[in-house]
Structure formats: C-alpha cells, structure tokens
T-cell receptor, first 112, second 112 residues
Framework: NAGVTQTPKFQVLKTGQSMTLQCAQD?????MSWYRQDPGMGLRLIHY???????DQGEVPNGYNVSRSTTEDFPLRLLSAAPSQTSVYFC???????????FGEGSWLTVV | GQQLNQSPQSMFIQEGEDVSMNCTSS?????WLWYKQDPGEGPVLLIA?????ELTSNGRLTAQFGITRKDSFLNISASIPSDVGIYFC????????????FGKGTLLTVNP
C-alpha cells in the first residue's frame, strides 16, 4: 500500500519556469489537498478537492493551479515560478472530511 | 480567517521529563488533531479528538479537546530521544468546512 505518493522529492526552478508537482493516492480517498510549509509558518492550505472534478481555494492559492480529473491524482501546477514559492509542499488525502488525513513525504522546491 | 496559537514554539528537555504543549483558537473547531513531523518527512497523525471535553491517550501521549472547543493540549510523559520532532496541532471546522488549520508547531528536543 503506497499511501500518498508525491513526485518529485526535490526540484530547483528558475524564476518564470513552470512545473507540476504530482500527487497520487491509492486509498480511494475523496478528499485531497495541498499544503506548503515554511519556517515558522506551519502548514498552510493552498488548494483542496472534495472529489473528482471539484476543487477549491485554500488559504494561499495565488500562483498555483490544481485540477482533479481522477480520484487518485491531484497535481499542483506552478505556471510562473517565483522565489516566494520556495517551500516544502505536502499533499494530503482522507476518505472523507473528518477522517484521518494522510500526508505524503513532501516535495522540496527551490526557485532561484 | 481562523488562526491557531500554538505554544511553546520550542522546548529543550531532558530524557524522562514530561512535556506539555497547547493550542488555542479564535474560533470553534469540531475536530482537533495532533501531528508529529520528523525531519524530511510529512506529518503523521498522533491523536484525533472529536468531542468537546474528550481526553484521549495513545501510549505515552495524552490529548484533550477543550470544553470551549477553542483549545486543546498534548502531553507526552516520560520523554525519550525519539520524541524529537515538530508537533503540530490542527483544527477542522466540520460539516462542509473541510479545511484544516494548523498551528505553527512546537519543536521538541530531548537531551539523552
């Protein structure tokens, strides 16, 4: 059972480049979300999805896009990377709201 | 938006000591969660609390959901070196409010 899988683990981008952080879960979870973690800031919600075809914004959505075409996958897109997006990104999922939320191992992104 | 105040920010203790940390909120939550994060990994759920006044234990860990639904605490008894890490509280509104709000974390260091 792989749980929540994130790729890549590490990435360096130049300002203005685009990239997609992949997230997949094999637990048939309806609820998936993306967080970023910055020193002294805890985890902040970027976007979330309550099921295939449904997404919504979290606390810090600017500069990020998401889509949910399947139950398993929830990619996070940076269209034009900025140094302020240097952070650790975590994908999370749960069977339904209120159930245990499982986190991926994180993706370390540096924008230079 | 909702904010969580988690304290203390960091703790440095001797092995065998008991530890206490807490979170307070400006608004009510229906669920309180406590996570631990080891370096280079994603947060892992330690304890989930679903009812005001609930007191739940998980081994040497004990957590309580405050009566006002605006606070929670986590106690660790007889600390050991592997307790080192960052501990996060998180609150969830419930119902159609799926979002988790995280505290900024408590960094725990245990001196053998």
């Amino acid at each position: 059972n792989a749980g929540v899988t994130q790729t890549p683990k590490f990435q360096v981008l130049k300002t203005g480049q685009s990239m997609t952080l992949q997230c997949a879960q094999d637990m048939n979870h309806e609820y998936m979300s993306w967080y970023r973690q910055d020193p002294g800031m805890g985890l902040r919600l970027i976007h979330y999805s309550v099921g295939a075809g449904i997404t919504d914004q979290g606390e810090v959505p600017n500069g990020y896009n998401v889509s949910r075409s399947t139950t398993e996958d929830f990619p996070l897109r940076l269209l034009s990377a900025a140094p302020s997006q240097t952070s650790v990104y975590f994908c999370a999922s749960s069977y339904s709201p209120g159930n245990t939320i499982y986190f991926g191992e994180g993706s370390w992104l540096t924008v230079v | 938006g909702q904010q969580l105040n988690q304290s203390p920010q960091s703790m440095f203790i001797q092995e065998g000591e008991d530890v206490s940390m807490n979170c307070t909120s400006s608004s009510i939550f229906n669920t309180w969660l406590w996570y631990k994060q080891d370096p280079g990994e994603g947060p892992v759920l330690l304890i989930a609390l679903y009812k005001a006044g609930e007191l739940t234990s998980n081994g040497r860990l004990t957590a309580q959901f405050g009566i006002t639904r605006k606070d929670s605490f986590l106690n660790i008894s007889a600390s050991i070196p592997s307790d080192v890490g960052i501990y996060f509280c998180a609150g969830q509104g419930g119902g159609s409010n799926y979002k988790l709000t995280f505290g900024k974390g408590t960094l725990l260091t245990v001196n053998p």
